[in-house]
């Protein structure tokens, strides 16, 4: 049985649309007029955020290196395999073979 999605996901412009219309929930007039000192007090007294503390003084962003474009020839079956997983087949293809390059690098250290 799949399992039902829950996370909901919108186009910055159905956004401003919804907003346009009234539909949004947030109340953005109010969280532009917060103090900084304000923000960080809903922050604090949000359950969700108890005890979590973030450093983003050593966080750096990487962007990952482009994908290569190849046309191989691969077993019927296995590609049907992949497929029947259903959208996003071609990284899963791609996540084996980086976890089989990985081992095989390991393997070569030892």
Same mark, same amino acid.
């Given at each position: 049985? %799949?399992?039902?999605?829950?996370?909901?996901?919108? +186009?910055?412009? /159905? =956004?401003?649309?919804?907003? !346009?219309?009234?539909?949004? @929930?947030?109340?953005?007039?109010?969280?532009?007029?917060?103090?900084?000192?304000?923000?960080?007090?809903?922050?604090?007294?949000?359950?969700?955020? %108890?005890?979590?503390?973030?450093?983003?003084?050593? +966080?750096?962003? /990487? =962007?990952?290196?482009?994908? !290569?474009?190849?046309?191989? @020839?691969?077993?019927?079956?296995?590609?049907?395999?992949?497929?029947?997983?259903?959208?996003?087949?071609?990284?899963?293809?791609?996540?084996?073979?980086?976890?089989?390059?990985?081992?095989?690098?390991?393997?070569?250290?030892?």
């Amino acid at each position: 049985m %799949a399992r039902k999605e829950r996370i909901v996901r919108y +186009t910055d412009e /159905e =956004l401003r649309a919804m907003q !346009a219309r009234g539909e949004s @929930r947030s109340d953005w007039k109010a969280a532009a007029a917060m103090t900084d000192a304000e923000i960080e007090a809903a922050i604090a007294s949000d359950p969700d955020e %108890a005890g979590m503390v973030v450093d983003w003084s050593q +966080t750096s962003a /990487e =962007l990952p290196q482009p994908k !290569a474009v190849l046309n191989m @020839r691969i077993d019927r079956d296995v590609l049907d395999f992949f497929r029947r997983q259903g959208k996003g087949y071609q990284t899963k293809i791609n996540a084996v073979l980086r976890s089989y390059v990985e081992q095989m690098l390991e393997h070569e250290r030892r």
